[in-house]
């Protein structure tokens, strides 16, 4: 029996609730999608497509051996563990199973990496040296990443931003997060005006799209070419590995944190749904002091 005929009901109705009562991202739906697909295939062809309600710990633990076999990393292990769980939860919710094989499933170790970020003064390169077309496409981009630098927003939360979101009296934007929680981001006021003065110069409006950024045909920007614009200026102005919106996030944080800001009002303005997510930052500010002592006290 194939993993469609047995199991899709089961994966249809939580997609649909991630979807839409979760209101999960589409990437984070795809993600989830993927997972249980991949975890009721081995069942598939492991255990003989087993019930629902017969799957057992034993038969999670192989299949999550059999990606360890696989060199499958431990972060990304955890990933498809917490997707299950997500999933066998829901069943309990709405009835289905009286219990999860999950309860004694723990998580991998993870060796914690800290983010890299792109230095202070390389920004300063990015921002005031490197110079923008000057028409739409040099405008958005421009605007992009300066917006990721200032308020450490996640790609896919610029994506989804509505030129409603603005407050240009409060010199603020509300950021619609994981979940579709709502927050609110300060920004400076000449940000803010520069990118009001966008949305009223914007070459056309197609009906139905309120997106704050659009490319030049009036629909809203595709995550795939944000990334690569984004990667392409900061290899511009910086050598590190990774160069992405993300990096953005962690170097607005970093700067943040190094520069004395609360750590609390830094989880805040992430969007982090727990201090620990945040503290990795503090790694960073360690460093600099380090070097402060290192180079300044006559006994370092």
Request: avoid cysteine.
């Given at each position: 029996m194939s993993t469609t005929q047995l199991y899709q009901p089961s994966l249809q109705s939580f997609l649909d609730y991630i979807?839409?009562?979760?209101?999960?991202?589409?990437?984070?739906i795809t993600s989830y999608?993927?997972?249980?697909?991949?975890?009721?295939?081995?069942?598939?062809?492991?255990?003989?497509?087993?019930?629902l309600e017969t799957i057992t710990a034993a038969m999670v633990r192989s299949w999550l051996a059999e990606l360890k076999g696989d060199k499958l990393e431990a972060k990304s292990i955890n990933r498809k563990a917490s997707s299950l769980k997500s999933f066998f939860?829901?069943?309990?919710?709405?009835g289905t199973?009286?219990?999860?094989p999950m309860t004694t499933i723990s998580a991998l170790k993870v060796n914690k990496r800290l983010p890299e970020f792109v230095q202070e003064n390389h920004l300063d390169t990015l921002f005031n040296h490197v110079e923008f077309t000057d028409d739409w496409d040099g405008?958005?981009?421009?605007?992009?990443?300066?917006?990721?630098?200032?308020?450490?927003?996640?790609?896919?939360?610029?994506?989804?931003?509505?030129?409603s979101f603005l407050d240009v009296s409060l010199s603020q934007i509300k950021v619609l997060g994981k979940g579709n929680k709502e927050r609110i981001i300060p920004i400076a006021k000449k940000l803010i005006n520069e990118l009001t003065t966008y949305d009223n110069e914007k070459p056309i409006r197609l009906p139905g799209v309120d997106n704050l950024f659009i490319n030049n045909k009036g629909k809203p920007l595709q995550t795939?070419?944000?990334?690569?614009?984004?990667?392409?200026?900061?290899?511009?102005?910086?050598?590190?590995?990774?160069?992405?919106?993300?990096?953005?996030?962690?170097?607005?944080a970093t700067h943040l944190m190094n520069n004395g800001a609360d750590l609390n009002a830094v989880k805040e303005l992430l969007g982090h749904s727990s201090l620990a997510a945040t503290q990795v930052y503090t790694h960073n500010t360690i460093d600099k002091l380090k070097?402060?002592?290192?180079?300044a006290h006559p006994k370092a």
């Open positions: 979807s839409f009562e979760k209101r999960y991202s589409q990437h984070t999608q993927n997972d249980l697909a991949q975890f009721f295939a081995f069942l598939v062809s492991q255990f003989e497509a087993p019930a939860k829901y069943q309990m919710r709405i199973l009286q219990a999860t405008k958005t981009k421009r605007l992009v990443l300066q917006l990721f630098y200032a308020t450490g927003m996640r790609l896919s939360e610029l994506i989804r931003l509505k030129s795939r070419l944000v990334y690569q614009f984004v990667k392409d200026n900061l290899s511009l102005v910086t050598t590190i590995k990774k160069k992405s919106p993300h990096v953005l996030r962690h170097s607005f070097d402060v002592y290192k180079n």
